[in-house]
Structure formats: C-alpha cells, structure tokens
C-alpha cells in the first residue's frame, strides 16, 4: 500500500534513498564483521552476484532463440496442415 502512495510522487525517490540508507547503516557492519573474519566469504558472495548478473543476459538470450524457434517450427506445422489438406477449418482459403 505505501509502495501505491509514493509511486507517483516525488516522495518516491526520497523514500528509495531513505530505503538504501537504513540498509547501508545496518548492513555495512555485518559485513565489515564478515570482511575481517573471512574476507573470502565476502568475495565469494561478490563473485557470485556478479556472474548472476551477466549470466542474465545470456539466459534472456537463449530463452528468445528457442521461443522463436518454436513459434517458427508451428508455423511450418500449421502451413504444412493446411497445404496437405489436414487442417479443415481455415478461413483464407474459402
């Protein structure tokens, strides 16, 4: 509900800064905690975040290729159908 009231507003924008603000001040010690303890941890956790997000790309990628691959083989299906007379119920060749 308060997302719905300062979506529109320019309160938003202050909303979002006040959001990253209050996680940064109580995120940043938790993190610094991890940092001297185990700094690999913390740089497995970065590395990981990152290959997310350049594997989103590639990901988003693949899924449009096999969707217009698909769409592109029922098409032909469909064609197919209705040059070979197995498809009845087409109205452009009424």
Not at 29 to 51: I, K, S
Not at 61 to 66: D, Q
Request: aromatic residues 14%.
């Amino acid at each position: 509900m308060v997302v719905l009231i300062v979506m529109f507003c320019a309160w938003g924008i202050l909303s979002v800064f006040a959001l990253t603000g209050f996680m940064g001040f109580t995120l940043g010690p938790m993190v610094g905690a991890y940092w001297t303890a185990a700094p690999a941890v913390v740089m497995q956790a970065l590395a990981g975040l990152g290959a997310v997000f350049f594997q989103m790309p590639a990901l988003s990628l693949a899924v449009s290729a096999m969707f217009v691959l698909l769409m592109s083989g029922l098409i032909l299906f469909e064609t197919s159908r209705i040059v070979n007379g197995g498809e009845t119920y087409h109205s452009f060749f009424r």
